[in-house]
């Protein structure tokens, strides 16, 4: 078995309920929202053939991260943030 990870840029921001109540300005307990970013995508697959499958769905719905000179190493740069990892 293997594990896909890919990093996707241009995700829209989620809104997250942490599950902590926090007073508001009028003194009200309310519930806690956050916004974050989800923008790391992992897929457990059974063959190399299953993960060319799923990368062609995520090149078709979103962005796959490149590496920027200057803000990822010099081998990383212009390349796609794809890892391919085994499991058991």
């Given at each position: 078995?293997?594990?896909?990870t890919v990093h996707?840029?241009?995700v829209p921001r989620a809104e997250v309920?942490?599950?902590k109540k926090i007073k508001n300005t009028a003194g009200k307990w309310v519930e806690e929202v956050k916004q974050k970013?989800?923008?790391?995508?992992s897929y457990e697959c059974r063959t190399r053939d299953e993960?060319?499958?799923?990368l062609g769905q995520i090149?078709?719905?979103?962005t796959i991260m490149k590496g920027i000179?200057?803000?990822?190493?010099?081998?990383?740069?212009?390349?796609?943030?794809?890892?391919?990892?085994?499991?058991k």
């Open positions: 078995m293997y594990r896909l996707v840029t241009d309920r942490t599950g970013i989800h923008n790391v995508l993960i060319a499958k799923k090149r078709s719905k979103y000179a200057g803000q990822h190493k010099v081998s990383k740069v212009d390349k796609e943030f794809i890892q391919i990892s085994n499991i």
